[in-house]
Nanobody, 122 residues
Framework: VQLQASGGGLVQAGGSLRLSCAASGRMFSNYAVGWLRQAPGKEREFVAWISGSGGTTYYGDSVKGRFTISRDNAKNTVYLQMNSLKPEDMAVYYC????????????????WGQGTLVTVSS
């Protein structure tokens, strides 16, 4: 599967953005898909992941209650709705996928898209 993330940009603190991760390839619904982010000088951080069916989601503690991950398997796309953005959310956001939901549960992914930059101004 090939992944392409989009939707990043500049937003004021308190604002919202929706990221998209478009996938090419077959059997997209078999893949768990996650979002991870990396800010300059910091380690990569898990944000959220969603099961292939979309029925199960997990979030990192820093985004719970503010971010929502969803997917539309008919469109081969996973979304990350980000609300109440904070300056500390500023990072490059990557989408990633794995056929193994067990690996996704451990935040381990096998296929990666290019990142999309989210900038939050205070």
């Amino acid at each position: 599967v090939q992944l392409q993330a989009s939707g990043g940009g500049l937003v004021q603190a308190g604002g919202s953005l929706r990221l998209s991760c478009a996938a090419s390839g077959r059997m997209f619904s078999n893949y768990a898909v996650g979002w991870l982010r990396q800010a300059p000088g910091k380690e990569r951080e898990f944000v959220a992941w969603i099961s292939g069916s979309g029925g199960t989601t997990y979030y990192g503690d820093s985004v719970k209650g503010r971010f929502t991950i969803s997917r539309d398997n008919a469109k081969n796309t996973v979304y990350l709705q980000m609300n109440s953005l904070k300056p500390e959310d500023m990072a490059v956001y990557y989408c990633a996928a794995s056929l193994s939901h067990a690996r996704a549960y451990r935040h381990e992914f096998d296929y990666w898209g290019q990142g999309t930059l989210v900038t939050v101004s205070s």
